[in-house]
């Protein structure tokens, strides 16, 4: 269809709803025919798609004491983390992340990513942890902080 017999037809049908007062015209698009409407006429660019938010770590990487867990979290609402902890890339074969993950003594690379149908999988995230370096008894609570009290040498 031409443009001028196009912008003709468009200028025919707003001039109708008008007369008539037909709410239904608010939102139209004149379609050649043969076409159906809302159909990709020529776009190259398909919709983007959301990623999931990349997971991360509480606590974050570094050295921690024995016996610590991390949480694992995404801003994603719905997404399932997988992870793994010798340092390999993560994906849906990987172990679900359903509670914090006991990191053991030693050193440790903690990888995970966040999965969910419609959108793209999150870029992985990984933190190196070196356990068992800290001694526990350096830290007490006090008022609901947890402090490193220390003696200075003379």
Do not use: H
């Not at 610590?68 to 801003?75: L, R």
């Not at 793994?84 to 074969?93: A, F, I, Q, R, Y």
């Not at 003594?105 to 990888?111: E, F, M, P, Q, V």
């Not at 959108?119 to 007490?140: K, N, P, R, W």
């Amino acid at each position: 269809m031409s443009v001028i017999r196009a912008a003709k037809w468009k200028y025919v049908f707003i001039l109708v709803c008008v007369v008539f007062g037909v709410s239904a015209c608010d939102n139209f698009e004149l379609v050649e025919r043969g076409q159906n409407a809302g159909a990709d006429r020529g776009s190259s660019n398909p919709p983007a798609q959301e990623t999931v938010g990349t997971p991360t770590f509480n606590p974050v990487a570094g050295t921690v004491a024995s016996g610590t867990s991390v949480a694992i979290s995404t801003t994603t609402a719905g997404a399932t983390l997988y992870y793994t902890l010798d340092g390999s890339e993560p994906g849906v074969n990987s172990t679900e992340y359903t509670s914090p993950v006991a990191l053991g003594d030693g050193n440790r690379t903690l990888k995970a990513i966040g999965v969910l149908e419609g959108y793209q999988d999150s870029t992985v995230a990984s933190a190196d942890y070196t356990v068992g370096g800290i001694d526990q008894t350096l830290f007490q609570e006090k008022n609901g902080l947890v402090v490193m009290e220390a003696e200075a040498s003379q």
